[in-house]
């Protein structure tokens, strides 16, 4: 049922959006870090994943026949609004549209906390391998773009349990039928240094839309503790392949600090104010800082 598009917002660069980047509730990140100076590391190596990600909590009152649900998100567009639905089926086969549920509202820094209350679950329970749960590109369901899901999670319950969590990502797996951009599905590594007064950046990414351009940049902070940009890069382009490797380096530094900085790489190269475009398909931790 779900469908695929890709549109651009706007071209006004916009910069509140452009303090808070992406973020994710994934395991860690990866981040190595070698050669440790004075003031922070010499080198770091990066793992750069798929935002955003997050969760769901299910709580069901058999009493009432209610479901509680809570949908957590880290890594949107800062001040993004997204629809989200309970759904039958799975997020490899997608069905119609079970439950309406609150649009998850994301804050300055890209982070979301939803809550809705679901009366008169005609299951009578939380069912298993039946449901998933659905996040959109939003604000609205169309066009196209503001109706391409951007996280999804199937609801298992095989113990018939009154409470569950599900894992809202995206990933190698496809999560809407036609498939998500190809843009959601990418991942790659970035190689930092310091070399002669200067960090060096090397980018790898796979996965991309074939011949697109995004946006990257580095920032203060992390991907769940998002900030402003410290160091603008070049736009990372992929080939026909949806392939991109990209060099480039940042004169007078001498060193990369600590769990302080992290890595961004945006949809597009137009940064305008909702999820379209500004939407942070990867991020990464620098520094020797814990992951997300």
Not at 93 to 114: C, E, I, P, R
Not at 166 to 172: E, F, M, R, W, Y
Request: hydrophobic share 35%; aromatic share 4%.
């Amino acid at each position: 049922m779900p469908r695929r598009a890709i549109a651009t917002v706007g071209t006004l660069i916009v910069t509140a959006a452009l303090a808070a980047c992406g973020g994710s509730s994934s395991p860690s990140a990866g981040t190595q870090s070698t050669s440790s100076t004075a003031s922070g590391v010499s080198s770091a190596t990066v793992a750069l994943r798929h935002v955003p990600t997050g969760d769901a909590t299910l709580a069901y009152d058999a009493t009432a026949k209610a479901l509680t649900v809570e949908i957590r998100l880290t890594g949107l567009a800062p001040s993004s609004v997204h629809p989200a639905h309970i759904h039958s089926g799975l997020c490899e086969k997608q069905g119609a549209v079970l439950y309406g549920l609150n649009n998850v509202q994301a804050d300055a820094k890209g982070v979301a906390d939803s809550v809705t209350s679901v009366p008169n679950i005609k299951e009578g329970a939380i069912p298993n391998g039946t449901w998933y749960i659905n996040v959109h590109n939003g604000p609205a369901l169309t066009p196209d773009a503001q109706f391409e899901p951007i996280v999804c999670g199937d609801v298992a319950n095989p113990d018939k349990g009154t409470h569950q969590l599900v894992k809202l990502q995206n990933g190698p797996t496809p999560v809407a039928s036609p498939p998500s951009s190809p843009d959601q599905t990418a991942s790659g590594t970035a190689n930092l240094s310091i070399e002669g007064g200067a960090l060096k950046v090397v980018v790898t990414a796979t996965g991309l839309k074939p011949s697109s351009s995004h946006a990257m940049h580095i920032h203060m902070g992390s991907c769940e503790s998002q900030g402003a940009v410290v160091h603008g890069l070049p736009a990372l382009t992929a080939d026909a392949n949806g392939n991109a490797t990209l060099t480039t380096t940042v004169s007078g530094i001498s060193s990369i600090p600590v769990g302080a900085w992290y890595l961004n790489i945006h949809r597009d190269t137009m940064i305008g104010l909702g999820q379209t475009d500004f939407d942070p398909i990867l991020c990464g931790d620098i520094g020797g800082s814990s992951g997300y």
